[in-house]
Each structure stands twice: as C-alpha cells, then as structure tokens.
C-alpha cells in the first residue's frame, strides 16, 4: 500500500481519465443530435462534419463517420505543427471515439416535427457537445482544429471561427437542395456556436473593471482582501472639474462580479463602475488563455 500512495503518475492518469470522458461524453451528445436530428431533417453541419452529410445525401451507402476520419488527416498535421504534440494525440483519440459515437449512438429520432424548432435544438444539442469536446485538451477534428489555431494566433472566439467557415457548406447546401434548407441550417449552426462559445468560456470569462471614486482608499483593499484580485491604481483627471483622482482597475471572474458591486456600493452608492468583457486575459491566477 505505501508503494501505491508513492506513486506519482496519479496525477497524470487522473488528467488522462478526466479528459478522456470529457471527449466521450462530448462525443455522445454531439452524435445523438448528428443521428437524432440533423439527418432524420436533412440539416447540414458545418465544417468536416458539413461535407461528411453533404456526400451522405447524396451517396447514402457512404458513412458518415469514414469521410468524416479521412477528411481529418490534413487538419491532423496542422494540428502537430501549429499547436502541441499533445493537443495532436488527444485530437486523434477524439476523432476515433467522436466517429465511433457517430456510428454506434443513435438513441432514435428526436420527435420535433416543426424544422425551426428542430434546428434551434439541434443547436443546442451539438454546441453543447462541442463545447465539452473543446474543455478537454484535444478535440474531435475537423474545423476544431483550425478554430483552436486562430483562437491561439487571432484570439477570434471558437463559434465564431466555426460559423465563418461554414459559409462555403451552407452555400454547397443551398445549390444542392433548397435554400430552406440551408436558411434552417444557419440557425442551428449560429445557436450552435453561440452555446458553444458559452460551455467553453462559460463562467471562466473575465471582467475587466474600471472604478472611480473619492473612496478609492477604503474600496482598494477590500477588493484585496475579500476577492483576492490585485488591483491597480491609476492617475486621472475630469476633463470639466480639472481635478486629480484615482481611478481603480481590477480583473475579476463572472462569478466576482457580484461581490465586487456589493464592495463598491457599501463604500460609495455614488461611484462610477464601468464593467467590461475581455477575450481573453493573461496573468497568474486570474488568467483564462486556452489550456491547449
């Protein structure tokens, strides 16, 4: 037993575990909405998985999870050679497991008759396997790739990556069937993106926080000691009174927010708060930058 509590790969194979079932869980959900979906109303994805459905109508005897795995080779190689080796070998073992979900879960068809509706909630179903797909360190290929790479370079957000080059596929989709078919496609492609973009970042988003008030001296150290933010201290001056003042900028996580307002209004209900988004923040402890 002592040699078993010595042992140091724990951590390694727990983080090894944790992301395997992330990119098995994603894969399920994201396959069940594939299978449950966007086939049974012949929606088309975007992306590698667009094209996989698009030869799919049109050659049913074609799987969908074979051209989906031999489309990913080229992206594979980007992947080694824009990312990280391990981002590369975890983006393999996610292709597998989110082809083999493609072919083996289909838990039926999901009864929605109506097609707006079918599209919204196949949004819903894959942006949210999409987005526990890319909370681990790989992803499942195809335009994950590409969107990891501008999102490290660009720092452009993944769902927007993703619906910008979709474009091409909806255009393929409107030529081959009906441009219906590609209007229902971009609702579900642009919810899709949007919950994505909130499963990835979700409550990790950084607020960046600008406070100006005469009762900067007793709101600063609070913020020290009851958020745990650092905080700096900048010099300004009103443009109308001409006057020297303090003004305050921290960074804060979503959940901080609350607490930060309720510090600043027990100090001064009169202080003026700017509360804004961040892409993204780098920086000990409060940083978000993609973990890839």
Request: with cysteine.
């Amino acid at each position: 037993m002592k040699g078993v509590s010595q042992w140091r790969g724990w951590p390694v194979l727990k983080e090894i575990s944790w992301n395997l079932f992330l990119l098995c869980a994603g894969s399920v959900v994201t396959a069940a909405g594939i299978n449950g979906i966007l086939i049974p109303h012949r929606f088309v994805s975007g992306g590698v998985t667009g094209l996989a459905l698009l030869l799919h109508y049109l050659v049913p005897t074609i799987s969908v999870a074979l051209i989906y795995a031999a489309a990913n080779i080229p992206l594979f190689l980007a992947g080694w050679f824009f990312i990280s080796r391990r981002f590369f070998l975890y983006s393999i073992v996610g292709t597998i497991i989110f082809s083999s979900a493609i072919a083996w879960v289909d838990l039926g068809v999901i009864p929605v008759k109506d097609p707006l509706l079918a599209a919204i909630l196949a949004g819903l179903i894959l942006g949210t396997g999409s987005g526990i797909i890319l909370k681990s360190l790989g992803s499942a290929g195809g335009t994950d790739i590409l969107s990891v790479i501008l999102l490290q370079r660009f720092s452009i957000r993944l769902g927007t990556t993703r619906l910008a080059f979709n474009i091409l596929v909806l255009a393929a989709a409107a030529l081959l069937f009906s441009l219906e078919d590609a209007l229902y496609t971009l609702i579900y492609l642009y919810v899709s993106a949007q919950i994505m973009n909130l499963v990835v970042t979700g409550l990790s988003q950084r607020k960046a926080v600008f406070i100006i008030s005469p009762q900067w001296e007793r709101i600063s150290p609070r913020i020290l000691s009851e958020i745990h933010r650092g905080v700096t201290i900048l010099r300004g001056q009103g443009a109308y009174s001409q006057k020297e003042q303090k003004i305050l900028y921290t960074v804060v996580t979503f959940r901080e927010v609350a607490t930060l307002k309720q510090i600043v209004r027990s100090e001064d209900p009169a202080a003026f708060v700017v509360v804004s988004d961040t892409t993204e923040v780098m920086g000990h402890r409060i940083g978000n930058q993609p973990h890839w």
